[in-house]
């Protein structure tokens, strides 16, 4: 098999949960144990750091790496979903994965692990770890694909985890309440490993504090050390922070929720000193002021093209839309438009209330089964006072919002990760 169909050979094979959702899904980690067995326990072999969360956790995975890379250290980064080409789930020191050793991985090990049945997500998470053994990393940041206590990723013992925060999210798996869902991402909280949680509420802290005390998991609380002071911007649309360990540093992730962010990410970095990680002042500048770069990070508040400006970004619940609305209104333009999709497990309702009524919307589908179909999501929307024509595909929307809109006008296309990548991968192609 060549690279294209190995790639579909693990789609169908392996449930994609982007493209199908619940019944890509498998509770439990029985197969994650057979497969870690199989390849001789490869997560052992390197220093791990364990990254959960409902928004927030892919920025702060990459930018993690980037400091780590930037300190000199070997590092993997797994991460999901992927906007354009899967070996962006697996890298070392920003560089994908090769397509020679994903289609020897299938080739050499589909006799033992097809009758097992996997998920795509444990097949992933077994070559990342696989990957990352054979090519000795010094120390590999781990996202968390979906929860956390049965997530395939949570046989690691790492070096340190960070839960960023807990809002309404795959409520139909992890539970449908804030504590629930805490619970659920409290597993990957270790015995002796410092944990660090980025944002609480009432409902989700006793649950940390909780489960970090019955483990004796040393817990720190990031909106309590406030090493974040303040957070500014410069003529180029790029964070500047005051914190309490460095003066103007430079952040090159834009949205508002990048701050929160920062906020979780000093602390970790304290953590990580804390535990024997050597990196300087300068490391730490460079993997917040490079991150993109370094790691390959795509789709965050990401500038695609100005006069009209347009802008994407993946958020896709309710959580992560407050932050662009909020974004939004910050922004200096003519006329606003809204390119937006959704998939149809979402809080699509909670969405939708948030968003302003003035824009002009371009309602659109992804190109994966799990997408809400732009005529629903039209209907839905008109509920909320929000008016706008629905278009087939991601392109033919953005198309339609560029036809309209002028020079001084300001494009966003979200809604979905899978919305951002389709116009990565149809309209913006590098």
Not at 133 to 138: I, L, R
Not at 340 to 363: C, R, W
Request: hydrophobic share 35%; charged share 20%; net charge negative.
């Amino acid at each position: 098999m060549n690279y294209q169909e190995t790639l579909t050979y693990l789609y169908t094979s392996a449930p994609l949960f982007q493209q199908v959702g619940k019944d890509a899904y498998k509770e439990g980690l029985e197969n994650t144990y057979a497969l870690d067995e199989y390849f001789d326990h490869p997560h052992q072999k390197f220093h791990t750091i364990h990254v959960a969360g409902t928004n927030g956790k892919g920025s702060c995975s990459h930018t993690l790496a980037a400091i780590l890379q930037s300190a000199g250290y070997r590092v993997g980064l797994y991460t999901s979903p992927h906007l354009v080409d899967f070996r962006e789930r697996i890298r070392i020191n920003g560089i994908p994965v090769p397509q020679e050793f994903v289609i020897d991985f299938v080739e050499k090990h589909r006799a033992f692990f097809e009758p097992l049945h996997p998920s795509f997500f444990e097949l992933t998470t077994a070559m990342a770890f696989l990957y990352f053994a054979q090519q000795q990393v010094d120390v590999a940041v781990i996202e968390v694909g979906l929860g956390g206590r049965l997530d395939c990723t949570n046989i690691i013992q790492p070096d340190l985890c960070v839960i960023t925060n807990i809002s309404f999210d795959h409520t139909q798996f992890l539970g449908n309440t804030l504590e629930k869902i805490a619970s659920e991402k409290a597993g990957i909280i270790k015995p002796h490993t410092p944990v660090v949680i980025g944002e609480t509420t009432p409902e989700t802290k006793p649950v940390f504090l909780k489960k970090a005390i019955s483990v004796n998991a040393p817990i720190v609380f990031a909106e309590e050390e406030k090493r974040l002071r303040q957070a500014d911007w410069d003529e180029n649309g790029n964070h500047i922070y005051q914190t309490a360990d460095y003066a103007d540093l430079k952040g090159e992730l834009g949205g508002l929720c990048q701050e929160k962010n920062t906020n979780t990410l000093l602390s970790a970095i304290h953590q990580l000193r804390q535990t024997g990680y050597r990196f300087t002042e300068s490391d730490v500048r460079n993997g917040f002021a490079q991150v993109c770069e370094l790691t390959g990070l795509k789709g965050r508040w990401q500038r695609l093209a100005s006069q009209p400006t347009v802008i994407c970004d993946t958020g896709h619940n309710v959580g992560g839309i407050q932050y662009i609305v909020k974004q939004l209104s910050y922004q200096h333009y003519q006329r606003l438009h809204i390119v937006i999709g959704m998939v149809n497990d979402k809080d699509i309702n909670g969405v939708l209330t948030l968003l302003p009524t003035d824009a002009a919307y371009y309602f659109t589908q992804a190109s994966v089964k799990r997408a809400l179909p732009a005529e629903e999501m039209k209907k839905q929307a008109s509920v909320h006072g929000l008016q706008g024509n629905a278009y087939p595909t991601v392109k033919e929307a953005l198309q339609a919002a560029l036809a309209q809109a002028d020079k001084e006008d300001f494009i966003f296309v979200g809604g979905s990760s899978f919305i951002v990548a389709d116009l990565l991968t149809t309209c913006y192609t590098s």
